[in-house]
């Protein structure tokens, strides 16, 4: 007899989001390269919150209005008008603890924001660093899920979709899955899992290339490690926080 | 040194297809259950040319102008008002040897039209039965490739990213390929390739599922199997013709 179960959907970049029925899920948003990996850092690490924005502009407009640290970064340097960049590593609890982090990004916020105009029941943001923390509140929800990958430019990439498949990976039994992407998601996974950072460096991902042009291996590494900090985060009110 | 080898790309479903350059590029049309399986193999049992259409009532209109054979299926029939269905096997050289089949399909048609809408220097059509003849038509022609899936109403399936996966698999290395999507599909086609047919029912592909629903694992498996209908098929003046 089948189940009732909620079901799972992997959206595999912001152009595909409008075929999901939003409304009716969780949707996790995927940025693994860095944005919502160090938002998960920063959270872990005592962050009062994370508020993200779309644009240096807005950054700088927020940073002046509240007590906060605003970061961001374009082509690899902290942009300018702002004090921090997009690494993980710059945000250790001696520095985050008990501060609102302002946080420019480009692929991750404009899917949480196309997330929450189509009224997704729910926001979290999912990265390696978080992978069991997700799934624990996931399978909390009992609701329907998307795992909505943020891509390069609305193009489809490797790491955002290695995280849904392992998600899918962990979790997948406990949903109906009738979704292809899904099933590529987990494939690709499967054939990554061995060694992520490798299967990343031989296929010569599209953001690996760009990243490690900056010099950040060290970055990616922890960004595709698991559960280093294994914290939800939760989207309310504006704001990022630890759920 | 870097060669300068030509550009790949796979475009996972027509919603990406704005992000490529289209009008630099050959594109490959890829719905391989059924519809460019049953053109490679309607061409290659000796059909004139294949005329593809996005309506029945555009089939019906056009099969009223010329001498033609109208094919078309909706939820798994015949179309009201239309002769034949989208089944390779039925399209055997005795019937159709030198006639001229009016087909209507919903997503490879669409693809194939905002290909031609976006100016792609051409157009071509892949499935497993005519592989081959697709890898030595694109190597020969020494321009860049956008592998496109017709996917399912815009959501990636499998099978299609499983042919582009084949393709790279056979001739990837004589292209330039910064493309994440093409990387997962390569992936997701090597964990398959022992076994295509198993892969997808395994996977619980939702093609598959629809497919199977109507009783056509013989389609299927003859959808999935190599070279059985070698020939390129070009598009060329409203009509695909072997090329």
């Known amino acids: 007899m089948q189940e009732n179960k909620p079901e799972l959907y992997t959206c595999l ?12 899920s969780i ?33 700088i407009r927020i940073g ?22 997009n690494s993980p590593f710059e945000y250790p609890r001696e520095f985050i603890e008990g501060r609102t982090l302002v946080l420019t990004t480009t692929n991750g916020t404009k899917l949480l924001h196309m997330a929450l105009d189509r009224n997704a029941k729910g926001v979290i943001t999912g990265s390696f660093p978080n992978l069991s923390a997700v799934c624990d509140y996931l399978l909390g929800q009992n609701q329907n899920v998307i795992l909505g990958c943020a891509a390069w430019k609305n193009r489809v ?19 109906s899955i009738n979704c292809d992407s899904s099933q590529m998601a987990l494939a690709t996974y499967k054939e990554a899992k061995p060694d992520l950072y490798k299967f990343m460096k031989t296929k010569e991902a599209s953001h690996y290339k760009r990243l490690t042009g900056f010099g950040l291996e060290k970055d990616i590494r922890y960004c595709l490690t698991e559960d280093g900090a294994n914290i939800p985060v939760v989207y309310e009110d504006g704001k990022l926080i630890a759920g």
């Open 13 to 24: 970049s912001p152009s595909l989001l409008s075929l999901y029925d939003v409304d009716k």
């Open 27 to 59: 949707v996790v948003i995927i940025d693994v390269l860095r944005a919502t990996s160090t938002i998960a850092t920063a959270l872990y690490n005592g962050a009062k919150s994370i508020i993200p924005v779309d644009s240096v502009a807005e950054c």
């Open 64 to 85: 002046k209005q509240i007590d906060s640290i605003t970061a961001g970064e374009r082509d690899g340097k902290v942009a300018e008008g702002l004090e921090h960049g």
């Open 157 to 175: 990439n490797i790491e955002d979709t290695l995280f849904a498949g392992a998600v899918i990976k962990r979790i997948g039994k406990h949903f």
